[in-house]
C-alpha cells in the first residue's frame, strides 16, 4: 500500500467516524430521531452518568473552598466542612453518593451499550472513549477516596498502590520494575504521605476533570453525529425526535436523580454504613481499625483478588481491558441475542461480587 | 506449598489490635452489632486510657490527674463527673449510673443500654444514646448511626426541605418544557417559512 493510499484510508476511516458535513445544528438536533423499544432506557443511562458528573463539578468546586489538602489539615478541614459550614455536610454527602451513582451509571451504562451492541461501525470511536471514561471514572474513586486523610482511606490506598508494585514480580526483565517505578512515582515519597496527598490532589481535581472533559467533548460529539444505535434486531416501529422529545425526557430523569440524590444527602450520611473507626484521623503510629477495604465498585476485583493468586487475577485484568478496548471488532459479528446475555452475565457477576462478596470471601476463607 | 497473598500480609501488618479499656463491653458491642468499635466510643484516645498520648493517663497533667481521682471517686450517679479520660458520653455513663455500677455491669455488659437514660441523644440524631450503645455506632457523632434510623429520623426532619426542593423540581421541569417546545416550535416554524420561501422563489 502506497502512502497516499494509506493517507487516503485514514481520511476515509476519520470522515466516517467524524462527518464534517453532520457538523451543524440541524442534523445533530433538529433532525435527530431516537428509536423507542423494550431497551429504550438504555439511552438514558449515558445522560444520566453526565448529570451525575456535572454535580460532582458543581459540589467538588464547593467543597474545594474548604478543604486543606495536606496531611496535617485534610482531615480537620472535612470535619470542618461537615460540622461548621453551613450545608457543608449536604454537600459534601451530595458528592459522596453522586460518586457512587456516577460508577453505578457508567457501568450500567457500559453494559447496556455492549448488550445493544451500539459499538458497531461507524461507532467504534464512542464505544472506546466510553471505555476510556469508565476508567477516568474509577480513578476519580481511587484519587477522591484518599483525599479525607482518614483510617479507611490511607490505608485502602496503601493496599491499592501495593497492588501495582506486585505486578513486577510477573513481568520479564527489565519490564519487571516498571510497576515499582509507577508505584512510586503516584506516591511520591517511600511511604503513603503529604506527596501521595499533593498529586491524588492534582489528579482528581485538575488532571482527571481535564482528562474527562476531552474524552466526553469527543463521546458526546460522536453520539450526535451518528445518533441513537437501533439497540434491537427487528426495526423500530416508532422513532421519536432527540428535541424535544428525548431531551425533554432525559431531564426528567436528571430530575427524578436530582430529587433522589438531595433526599439522599440530607437524610443518609454516606458514612453512615461503615463502622466509625474507620473514620478516624490516620495516625501512622495508632493502631489500624478492622475492615479496611476498598470502596464498594472494587469489589469485583477485590475480594477474587483476596481469594485467587494474584498473576489469575492481573491477567483477568490485562484480558479484559484488552476485551474491551477491542470489542467492536471481536464482536462484530456476533449476534445481539448473544451480546445480551453476555451482558446480563457480567451484570449477575458484578451485583454478586458487590453485594456478597464478603459473604463468598469468608466462605473460602473462613 | 500456599502463597500468602501479599495484600493479606499488608491488611495483617497495619491491622494491629488495640487493647481495649473495658474489653468486656467492647466484646459484647461488636458480638451484638456486628460493627468494629474501638475505645473512642467512650474514651479520648481511641486507643484507650493507657500510654502517653492526648487524652491518655500519661499525658494528663497534675490538674487533670486531680480531676481524674475525683471521677474515679464518683461511685454513686449523678456526681458529674468530668474525667479526662473519658469522653461527653463515658462522662455521660458514669454520671447516670455511677463508677460502682458500672463496675458491676461488666458481667453483664448487655444490661447497660436497659440502665442509661432512655431520652438521651447527646449528637441529636434522632436515635437513643443507648440504642447508639447497642448498635455500634458512635453516641457522639452525628452522620454515625443504623442508616434506615438516620433516614427515618432525617425524613421526619427535613420534610420540609425536601417538598421544597420536590416543588422547585416539578416547577422547574415544567417550564423548561415549555420553553423548549416553544423553542423547538419556533425552529421549525422558521424553517418552514424558509422552504415556503425557496418554493415560491426558486
Same mark, same amino acid.
Given at each position: 500500500?502506497?502512502? *497516499?493510499?494509506?493517507?487516503?484510508?485514514?481520511?476515509?476511516?476519520?470522515?466516517?467516524?467524524?462527518?464534517?458535513?453532520?457538523?451543524?445544528?440541524?442534523?445533530?438536533?433538529?433532525?435527530?430521531?431516537?428509536?423507542?423499544?423494550?431497551?429504550?432506557?438504555?439511552?438514558?443511562?449515558?445522560?444520566?452518568?453526565?448529570?451525575?458528573?456535572?454535580?460532582?463539578?458543581?459540589?467538588?468546586?464547593?467543597?474545594?473552598?474548604?478543604?486543606?489538602?495536606?496531611?496535617?489539615?485534610?482531615?480537620?478541614?472535612?470535619?470542618?466542612?461537615?460540622?461548621?459550614?453551613?450545608?457543608?455536610?449536604?454537600?459534601?454527602?451530595?458528592?459522596?453518593?453522586?460518586?457512587?451513582?456516577?460508577?453505578?451509571?457508567?457501568?450500567?451504562?457500559?453494559?447496556?451499550?455492549?448488550?445493544?451492541? %451500539?459499538?458497531?461501525?461507524?461507532?467504534?470511536?464512542? @464505544?472506546?472513549?466510553?471505555?476510556?471514561?469508565?476508567?477516568?471514572?474509577?480513578?476519580?474513586?481511587?484519587?477522591?477516596?484518599?483525599?479525607? @486523610?482518614?483510617?479507611?482511606?490511607?490505608?485502602?490506598?496503601?493496599?491499592?498502590?501495593q497492588t501495582i508494585e506486585e505486578i513486577g514480580q510477573y513481568l520479564p526483565g527489565?519490564l519487571a520494575t516498571w510497576p515499582r517505578?509507577?508505584k512510586?512515582?503516584?506516591?511520591?515519597?517511600?511511604?503513603?504521605?503529604?506527596?501521595?496527598?499533593?498529586?491524588?490532589?492534582?489528579?482528581?481535581?485538575?488532571?482527571?476533570?481535564?482528562?474527562? !472533559? %476531552?474524552?466526553? &467533548?469527543?463521546?458526546?460529539?460522536?453520539?450526535?453525529?451518528? &445518533?441513537?444505535?437501533?439497540?434491537?434486531?427487528?426495526?423500530? *416501529?416508532?422513532?421519536? *425526535?432527540?428535541?424535544?422529545?428525548?431531551?425533554? *425526557?432525559?431531564?426528567?430523569?436528571?430530575?427524578?436523580?436530582?430529587?433522589?440524590?438531595?433526599?439522599?444527602?440530607?437524610?443518609?450520611?454516606?458514612?453512615?454504613?461503615?463502622?466509625?473507626?474507620?473514620?478516624?484521623?490516620?495516625?501512622?503510629?495508632?493502631?489500624?481499625?478492622?475492615?479496611?477495604?476498598?470502596?464498594?465498585?472494587?469489589? @469485583?476485583?477485590?475480594?477474587?483478588?483476596?481469594?485467587?493468586p494474584f498473576w489469575?487475577?492481573m491477567l483477568?485484568?490485562?484480558?479484559?481491558?484488552?476485551?474491551?478496548?477491542?470489542?467492536?471488532?471481536?464482536?462484530?459479528?456476533?449476534?445481539?441475542? !448473544?451480546?445480551?446475555?453476555?451482558?446480563?452475565?457480567?451484570?449477575?457477576?458484578?451485583?454478586?461480587?458487590?453485594?456478597?462478596?464478603?459473604?463468598?470471601?469468608?466462605?473460602?476463607?473462613? | 506449598?500456599?502463597r500468602?497473598s501479599p495484600?493479606?500480609?499488608?491488611?495483617?501488618?497495619?491491622?494491629?489490635?488495640?487493647?481495649?479499656?473495658?474489653?468486656?463491653?467492647?466484646?459484647?458491642?461488636?458480638?451484638?452489632?456486628?460493627?468494629?468499635? #474501638?475505645?473512642?466510643?467512650?474514651?479520648?484516645?481511641? #486507643?484507650?486510657?493507657?500510654?502517653?498520648?492526648?487524652?491518655?493517663?500519661?499525658?494528663?497533667?497534675?490538674?487533670?490527674?486531680?480531676?481524674?481521682?475525683?471521677?474515679?471517686?464518683?461511685?454513686?450517679?449523678?456526681?458529674?463527673?468530668?474525667?479526662?479520660?473519658?469522653?461527653?458520653?463515658?462522662?455521660?455513663?458514669?454520671?447516670?449510673?455511677?463508677?460502682?455500677?458500672?463496675?458491676?455491669?461488666?458481667?453483664?455488659?448487655?444490661?447497660?443500654?436497659?440502665?442509661?437514660?432512655?431520652?438521651?441523644?447527646?449528637?441529636?440524631?434522632?436515635?437513643?444514646?443507648?440504642?447508639?450503645?447497642?448498635?455500634? /455506632?458512635?453516641?457522639?457523632?452525628?452522620?454515625?448511626?443504623?442508616?434506615?434510623?438516620?433516614?427515618?429520623?432525617?425524613?421526619?426532619?427535613?420534610?420540609?426541605?425536601?417538598?421544597?426542593?420536590?416543588?422547585?423540581?416539578?416547577?422547574?421541569?415544567?417550564?423548561?418544557?415549555?420553553?423548549?417546545?416553544?423553542?423547538?416550535?419556533?425552529?421549525? /416554524?422558521?424553517?418552514?417559512?424558509?422552504?415556503?420561501?425557496?418554493?415560491?422563489?426558486?
Open positions: 500500500m502506497s502512502v *497516499k493510499e494509506a493517507i487516503k484510508n485514514v481520511e476515509s476511516y476519520v470522515g466516517e467516524r467524524f462527518p464534517v458535513e453532520k457538523m451543524n445544528y440541524a442534523s445533530m438536533v433538529q433532525k435527530k430521531e431516537v428509536p423507542v423499544h423494550q431497551l429504550s432506557w438504555g439511552y438514558y443511562i449515558g445522560g444520566l452518568a453526565l448529570f451525575l458528573f456535572i454535580v460532582q463539578i458543581f459540589t467538588g468546586l464547593m467543597l474545594l473552598f474548604y478543604y486543606q489538602p495536606t496531611v496535617s489539615d485534610a482531615h480537620a478541614s472535612v470535619e470542618y466542612i461537615t460540622e461548621h459550614v453551613p450545608g457543608g455536610a449536604l454537600v459534601r454527602n451530595i458528592h459522596s453518593w453522586a460518586s457512587s451513582m456516577m460508577i453505578a451509571a457508567v457501568m450500567i451504562h457500559l453494559l447496556t451499550t455492549f448488550a445493544m451492541k %451500539a459499538f458497531a461501525r461507524p461507532r467504534e470511536i464512542t @464505544w472506546i472513549t466510553g471505555v476510556v471514561l469508565l476508567g477516568v471514572t474509577f480513578m476519580f474513586g481511587f484519587t477522591g477516596y484518599l483525599l479525607p @486523610w482518614h483510617q479507611i482511606a490511607v490505608n485502602a490506598t496503601k493496599i491499592g498502590l527489565e517505578a509507577i512510586e512515582t503516584i506516591q511520591g515519597e517511600a511511604s503513603v504521605g503529604q506527596a501521595t496527598l499533593s498529586r491524588f490532589f492534582a489528579l482528581h481535581v485538575i488532571i482527571l476533570p481535564l482528562s474527562i !472533559a %476531552a474524552m466526553l &467533548g469527543i463521546h458526546l460529539l460522536s453520539v450526535q453525529l451518528h &445518533g441513537m444505535s437501533a439497540g434491537v434486531d427487528e426495526a423500530p *416501529k416508532r422513532k421519536e *425526535k432527540f428535541f424535544p422529545t428525548f431531551f425533554l *425526557k432525559d431531564l426528567k430523569v436528571w430530575g427524578v436523580a436530582f430529587l433522589v440524590l438531595f433526599i439522599l444527602g440530607l437524610c443518609v450520611p454516606f458514612e453512615s454504613f461503615f463502622a466509625y473507626p474507620l473514620f478516624s484521623p490516620f495516625d501512622p503510629k495508632g493502631s489500624t481499625p478492622d475492615g479496611i477495604k476498598p470502596e464498594w465498585y472494587f469489589f @469485583w476485583v477485590y475480594y477474587p483478588l483476596e481469594l485467587l489469575m487475577i483477568g485484568q490485562v484480558v479484559l481491558g484488552a476485551v474491551l478496548v477491542a470489542t467492536p471488532w471481536i464482536f462484530q459479528n456476533t449476534n445481539r441475542r !448473544a451480546m445480551r446475555l453476555l451482558a446480563v452475565a457480567a451484570g449477575i457477576y458484578l451485583i454478586v461480587m458487590t453485594l456478597f462478596g464478603e459473604n463468598i470471601y469468608h466462605l473460602f476463607k473462613g | 506449598m500456599m500468602t495484600i493479606i500480609l499488608l491488611v495483617l501488618f497495619v491491622a494491629t489490635p488495640a487493647l481495649h479499656a473495658n474489653p468486656e463491653f467492647h466484646r459484647f458491642i461488636v458480638k451484638n452489632s456486628g460493627r468494629s468499635v #474501638d475505645c473512642a466510643l467512650c474514651h479520648v484516645n481511641r #486507643d484507650g486510657p493507657e500510654g502517653t498520648g492526648p487524652g491518655q493517663v500519661g499525658h494528663l497533667t497534675p490538674a487533670e490527674l486531680e480531676k481524674l481521682g475525683r471521677a474515679r471517686a464518683a461511685l454513686a450517679p449523678g456526681m458529674k463527673p468530668e474525667s479526662p479520660i473519658l469522653n461527653l458520653f463515658g462522662n455521660h455513663i458514669i454520671n447516670s449510673i455511677g463508677k460502682q455500677k458500672f463496675a458491676e455491669l461488666r458481667l453483664a455488659p448487655e444490661q447497660l443500654a436497659k440502665t442509661l437514660p432512655k431520652d438521651s441523644d447527646l449528637d441529636h440524631d434522632g436515635i437513643p444514646d443507648a440504642q447508639e450503645y447497642l448498635d455500634g /455506632t458512635h453516641p457522639l457523632m452525628k452522620s454515625d448511626g443504623r442508616p434506615w434510623l438516620l433516614f427515618k429520623n432525617n425524613l421526619r426532619t427535613n420534610l420540609l426541605q425536601i417538598l421544597l426542593a420536590t416543588g422547585a423540581t416539578v416547577i422547574g421541569l415544567f417550564g423548561l418544557r415549555h420553553l423548549l417546545n416553544g423553542f423547538a416550535i419556533a425552529v421549525n /416554524t422558521d424553517e418552514n417559512d424558509e422552504d415556503e420561501n425557496k418554493e415560491q422563489h426558486p
